[in-house]
């Protein structure tokens, strides 16, 4: 069982940064692979970005590619969503998720596809 809690969301204006954390409860996050996701107002839940077991694979979504960068402490069992330039169409509430995977396990964009879901964290940006 893995338990997330995201933090470090916020309004900020267009072309700021933020970093989005996520903390993970139990011994096992090492073993599950890890992604955020977000959802707008009258949106469906959209994939952002995943991160391997290990940290060494990472797929973004197009839009946001260049812009942010999934990372991950497996020491502090932590997961991390560094946000560049950020734009208005950013904005949503962003949700950190696990699922449990073997290590050469392909990434997954599928929401579907994750055991565990954070509560969400507000992004906010202004033009």
């Known amino acids: 069982q893995v338990q997330l809690v995201e933090s470090g969301g916020g309004l900020v204006q267009a072309g700021d940064s933020l970093r989005l954390s996520c903390a993970a409860s139990?011994?096992?996050?090492?073993?599950?692979?890890a992604g955020w996701f977000r959802q707008a107002p009258g949106q469906e839940r959209e994939f952002v970005a995943a991160?391997?077991?290990?940290?060494?694979?990472?797929e973004y979504l197009d839009s946001v590619n260049g812009r942010f960068t999934i990372s991950r402490d497996n020491v502090r069992n932590r997961l991390y969503l560094q946000m560049n330039s950020l734009k208005p169409e950013d904005t949503a509430v962003y949700y950190c998720?696990?699922?449990?995977?073997?290590?050469?396990?392909?990434?997954?964009?599928?929401?579907?596809?994750?055991?565990?879901w954070g509560q969400g964290t507000q992004v906010t940006v202004s033009s």
């Open positions: 998720a696990a699922r449990r995977s073997i290590q050469s396990a392909p990434l997954t964009t599928e929401a579907g596809s994750y055991d565990y």
């Open positions: 139990g011994r096992t996050f090492s073993m599950h692979a």
């Open positions: 991160i391997s077991r290990g940290g060494g694979r990472t």
